[in-house]
């Protein structure tokens, strides 16, 4: 399964901080769908991440009855993305 969607950054200051990029709805229920066969526990599901010219593999978090995209601090300094910014992610999920 391939998705393609543009979203906001933004930061959560948990006691992990990180920043994040929101599923869109549409999206989020498509992977609904699929999450109970690639799921590994916790509603985690694993992914391939394309932003700018970085691709990186990681997981979509479950949050709000949706999915949340982590980014990584050294891809979001290598594609210069910055807290507000809007940003295309493609993401692949091997189902």
């Known amino acids: 399964m391939d998705l393609e969607f543009s979203g906001d950054v933004w930061f959560w200051r948990g006691p992990a901080p990180h ?19 690639v799921t590994y526990g916790w509603g985690m599901i ?5 932003l700018g010219g970085s691709t990186w593999t990681t997981s979509l978090w479950p949050k709000d009855g949706g999915y949340i995209v982590p980014l990584k601090a050294a891809v979001r300094r290598k594609e210069n993305v910055g ?13």
């Open 46 to 50: 694993p992914v391939t991440v394309r």
């Open 19 to 37: 920043h994040f990029v929101w599923v869109p709805e549409d999206d989020a229920a498509q992977l609904d769908d699929v999450a109970a066969a």
């Open 83 to 95: 807290i507000g910014d809007r940003v295309a992610i493609g993401l692949v999920i091997d189902v």
